[in-house]
């Protein structure tokens, strides 16, 4: 769908440097209640990585593998799929129809439906409150912003520097999530959430022959130490090679070529360890981070280094640039790396923007916008792994790290009512945090199947900051995994009494 915009308009109010998921909500909170109009400047699909190439698909790649792993430890169900497998194809054409085939022309509805304007092109900072936009016919048109920029430009899978990486163009998380041809035999570079989760995919969707390698010891090296150590059971267990504390010194390609995305790019990859062993694929995956896209959005024209994360305040203002007309969301600013809290920041610039914009607040006097500090408190997360991992404010480590004085208390979920009836050979693990200054929780994870649904709960105690006493009193509903917050909580005030 073409934007429906004049093309010899010129300025805004707001423009949003980028149309993923949390520039669109920073158009929409500037503009919603304010009277403020907002245009978002994007050159490739509105809605962004998460939409089509990250969140969305993978989600929709994951579910029906956990549904069949599921039903086949229900008795009277598991009988019914003996020598039962996915139908890959039709795997595939659910997760096409979740990305609506890579067509925005719903996003874009969207957006201009609620009064906000798309303008096609790649759009780089031109100085203050301008944006020149490159359009697909070659010109070249520059936007003004009346009161703010909002950077919105996402991040790409990080590219290491080791001999042959580049030239072998390996899969990087667009391609795994749209892959179209399921390659024999997979490398996938990295021991992080997206590593996990690709893997926790492509075994059942029919990779024979799968390794994993990573520098650490363990997987989920963020995440509380027992999180990943589930998680490499599991995939033992499925058959997944898992290769800790290694590195790739080169990787070679026969005949590497641009088949596009999802589809294997070239003949047989060799990769090389720092031991001096090789594995041979058909494709490498990479999950070996983010790199901010800030290399070529113009930031050096408003005073800024070129490249990198994009240091910014608790009203998401960027903190280089004078004048509180800069505003950085979503992966760019590095806070969190998470398409929810992206979403959070841009709430919180949206009403920042409108707040300086209509009720005339000098520079540096405040917007009156409460800020993002306790948001990012809460920081949720969930791994759509085998079994799942959701956690919600600071690990153990991180507690300690920040010198609070940390108590933990851990329960075993399999011993759940709530758990037992859903599977006999449940898997599952609880942690909490404590910081006994406050009597209030500051951390929380969760590991077993569908424990996602347990991190809100964590996440508005932390963020709320309530204490025991008062949590003692949230009677969770039986039966339900979410018991287990009484067995943490029993255990807490236990320890509690037998420490004096």
């Known amino acids: 769908m073409a934007a429906r915009v004049d093309p010899d308009r010129s300025e805004w109010d707001v423009i949003v440097l980028g149309g993923a998921a949390a520039g669109e909500n920073a158009a929409q909170y500037a503009t919603q209640f304010s009277g403020l109009d907002a245009v978002l400047v994007e050159a490739e699909l509105l809605g962004g990585e998460c939409s089509y190439w990250a969140c969305m698909p993978s989600k929709a790649l994951l579910r029906p593998a956990e549904v069949l792993d599921g039903g086949r430890h229900v008795p009277g169900v598991s009988s019914l799929l003996t020598g039962r497998e996915l139908d890959v194809r039709a795997v595939l054409a659910r997760r096409d129809t979740v990305v609506n085939g890579l067509d925005d022309s719903s996003q874009i509805g969207w957006a201009l439906g609620v009064g906000i304007d798309v303008v096609r092109g790649y759009g780089r900072l031109a100085g203050e409150r301008a944006v020149a936009v490159r359009t697909a016919a070659g010109g070249t048109r520059v936007l003004t912003a009346r009161h703010a920029v909002v950077i919105d430009t996402g991040s790409c899978t990080t590219v290491p520097t080791i001999p042959g990486m580049s030239e072998a163009r390996p899969w990087t998380s667009r391609d795994v999530t749209n892959l179209h041809e399921v390659p024999r035999r997979v490398v996938v570079l990295g021991g992080g959430v997206v590593a996990c989760e690709a893997a926790t995919w492509l075994k059942p969707l029919g990779v024979e022959e799968l390794s994993i390698v990573y520098r650490r010891a363990g997987l989920l090296a963020r995440a509380e130490p027992f999180a990943g150590r589930m998680v490499a059971d599991r995939l033992t267990a499925a058959g997944v090679r898992l290769l800790p504390g290694r590195s790739v010194t080169e990787v070679r390609r026969d005949d590497p070529r641009d088949t596009g995305v999802g589809l294997p790019h070239g003949g047989e990859v060799t990769v090389r360890l720092d031991d001096g062993s090789t594995l041979v694929a058909d494709e490498l995956v990479l999950a070996t981070g983010r790199t901010p896209n800030t290399q070529d959005i113009g930031l050096s024209s408003v005073g800024c280094p070129d490249g990198g994360f994009l240091e910014v305040d608790d009203e998401q203002a960027v903190r280089a640039v004078d004048g509180h007309w800069l505003y950085a969301v979503g992966d760019v600013c590095g806070r969190a790396l998470l398409t929810h809290m992206g979403k959070y920041q841009a709430r919180i610039a949206g009403e ?79 942690k909490l945090v404590f910081d006994r200054g406050t009597d209030t929780v500051v951390g929380a994870t969760f590991v077993g199947s569908g424990v996602a649904e347990l991190v809100h709960s964590a996440t508005t105690a932390i963020v709320a900051r309530v204490p025991l006493p008062v949590l003692w009193h949230v009677v969770p509903s039986y039966p339900t995994a979410s018991e287990v917050w009484l067995r943490l909580l029993e255990a807490y005030r236990a320890e509690k009494r037998r420490v004096g």
Do not use: C, K, W
Request: net charge negative; no cysteine.
């Open 352 to 430: 920042v923007i409108a707040a300086r914009a209509t009720e005339g607040r000098p520079d540096g006097a405040g917007s009156g916008v409460p800020g993002s500090a306790d948001g990012h408190r809460g920081n949720p997360q969930v791994t759509f792994t085998d079994p799942e991992v959701g956690s919600a404010g600071m690990t153990e480590r991180e507690a300690r790290a920040a010198g609070l004085d940390v108590a933990t208390v851990e329960y075993d979920m399999a011993a759940l009512a709530g758990t037992y009836v859903q599977r006999e050979d449940y898997l599952g693990r609880a």
